[in-house]
């Protein structure tokens, strides 16, 4: 469930911090991460991942357990994921999903050797478009239809 980060020298999530471990007494996580098992899972074909996805925490104790050994603390638990927290606390149910890479799969049914040789809308790694050079700027007219106004920041001292 997780990796040991030796360079930050803290415990970092193998899949994403959401993922529930399949021990989910949060003392056993605490006391033992680097043996935890998560509830994650993928979809092999012929040895290629075109899938994966986990169960989800529902706990908020949990949820919190893994925050601090992921070393997000209480308070920026609160303000980054405070809605999921806050709504963890009513019993949400257990649930899970998945990802299909259907653009994986379009790769290996055309015999191609790259995903970018078949998605249809391919980015690069800062997610620009070439084809469309998305993102750009937008007009000041097209910010108006949107009732959208840009700030500038102030200062910082």
Known sequence: ???WDADAKRWVAMHH???????EDPAALSANPGAALAKAYDIV??????????????????QSAVF??????????????????DALKFGAP????IAFGLDRLAMLMAGADSIRDVIAFP????????????????????????HIRVRTPPPTA
């Open 1 to 3: 469930m997780f990796d």
């Open 17 to 23: 911090p959401f993922t529930a471990p399949l021990n």
């Open 45 to 62: 074909l012929n040895g290629s991942e075109i899938g994966g996805g986990s169960v989800r925490i529902h706990r908020q104790e949990l």
């Open 68 to 85: 601090e050994l992921l070393g997000i603390g209480a308070a920026a638990a609160q303000q980054k994921f405070g809605f999921l927290l």
């Open 94 to 97: 257990p649930h899970g999903g």
């Open 123 to 146: 980015k690069t790694q800062t997610a620009a478009d070439q084809m469309t050079d998305a993102p750009s700027e937008v007009s000041e007219l097209q910010l108006r239809e949107l």
